[in-house]
């Protein structure tokens, strides 16, 4: 029993023997492949650092809800600004739309009234009589939404525009010329930056125009735009606010007109009272408040004397002594006998001349 006890005793202890083998060499399998790993990644990583994010606010603290488009009656002039409404509302709110679909219905229940409306009555009635969806999905109700209801053809238009004068700036400011500037090109489709160097100075104020291009030092690139832009405005700023310094130094001290050999009445230094600098007192300022315009007491109407009322010869305009004065008038020329009315003396015929003689 003792032999067994031992043989049973040595079998054990040759089993972990060879259990502790093959654990040893398992640990230096794994030691020579963390070596090979180090050596292939010599750099150790360095950590990423974790983000913690931030924990959702609670619904009163959450950003309200974007504005809803407003109706749409198919003007084509409200049309683009109708359709940025509704994507800018789509992008705002995705989880509120299910599919496409459901935004091309949503978009349509807008459309209440004028030529929108029966637009959206059209598409309602395909789809009842077909039983598909008129639109594949939003791009496409999008491209025929800007067929029926955005400007036609307005990139020619633009393009037009920027070939002729009427975009320029003339008493504009520059940041007005500019944004009409940026639409025109966005919508003819220019991005060519010497093309739209060369359209914007074209169309700049020639005073603005020069001191940009002829600038000592910073002068922009002829193929930066952006930078055309710039200094434009700095310019066109610099310029008001130097015409706003020169009328005023102008208003504050105004200049005194010199008349050689004219005596002018002397006029007040000051308009405004301090220590020792009172204002003169205006005499004839009462009597200029109270005079009264010139007037007519014939026809009673004002801007002319009596001798030249244009009613001077109506009599019945006479007042008594204008009566009086031309009843005595007549009467004097009545009795007054003209030289040519007088009667002519007889004249004694020369026959009775020669009687009297041949009587003596």
């Known amino acids: 029993m003792s032999d067994d006890r031992v043989s049973a005793v040595e079998r054990a202890l040759s089993e972990m023997e060879a259990r502790e083998a093959k654990t040893q060499q ?21 950590p990423v650092p974790q ?62 009234s004028g030529r929108a409306n029966k637009w959206a ?6 789809e009842e009589d077909e039983g598909n969806p ?17 400007p036609a053809h307005s990139d020619a238009a633009a393009i037009n ?29 220019y991005t060519d930056p010497k093309t739209l160097v060369v359209k914007f100075r074209r169309g700049l104020n020639p005073q603005v125009q020069n001191a940009v291009a002829t600038m ?16 434009a405005r700095n310019i066109d700023q610099n310029r008001a606010s130097n015409e706003a310094f020169q009328s005023s130094f102008r208003s504050s001290a105004p200049a005194r007109p010199v008349t050689s050999g004219i005596l002018r009445p002397p006029t007040m230094a000051h308009v405004t009272p301090s220590p020792g600098h009172p204002v003169p007192m205006d005499v004839d300022a009462n009597r200029r408040r109270t005079m009264l315009p010139l ?40 009795d007054v006998v003209p030289v040519e009315d007088s009667p002519a003396e007889p004249e004694e015929s020369s026959e009775k001349l020669d009687f009297a003689q041949d009587d003596e």
């Open 295 to 334: 007037s007519c007491y014939r026809c009673k109407k004002p801007g002319h004397k009596s001798p030249d009322c244009p009613l001077r010869f109506d009599v019945r305009t006479f007042t008594i002594q204008d009566l009086e004065s031309e009843l005595a008038e007549r009467m004097a020329q009545l």
């Open 26 to 46: 398992k640990l230096d399998a794994l030691l020579s492949l963390l070596m090979e790993q180090q050596q292939q990644a010599p750099h150790p990583r360095t």
């Open 51 to 112: 983000i913690s994010t931030p924990p959702l606010l609670p619904s009163r603290f959450r950003a309200p809800p974007p504005a809803l488009p407003t109706e749409f009656d198919g003007d084509r002039t409200k049309g683009p600004a109708f359709l940025n409404s509704c994507q800018t509302y789509i992008r705002l709110c995705p989880d509120s739309f299910s599919d496409d679909q459901a935004k091309i219905t949503w978009s349509l229940s807008y459309m209440k």
């Open 216 to 231: 000592a030092s910073g002068r922009p690139s002829d193929i930066f735009p952006t930078a055309w832009y710039e200094a």
């Open 121 to 126: 009555a059209r598409i309602f009635k395909y």
């Open 161 to 189: 525009k920027l070939e002729t004068t009427s975009y320029f700036q003339r008493t504009r400011s520059v940041d007005e010329y500019l944004d009409e500037f940026l639409d025109l090109i966005a919508e003819a489709g």
């Open 134 to 150: 008129r639109f594949l999905d939003w791009s496409d109700f999008r491209d025929e939404f800007q067929k029926e209801f955005c």
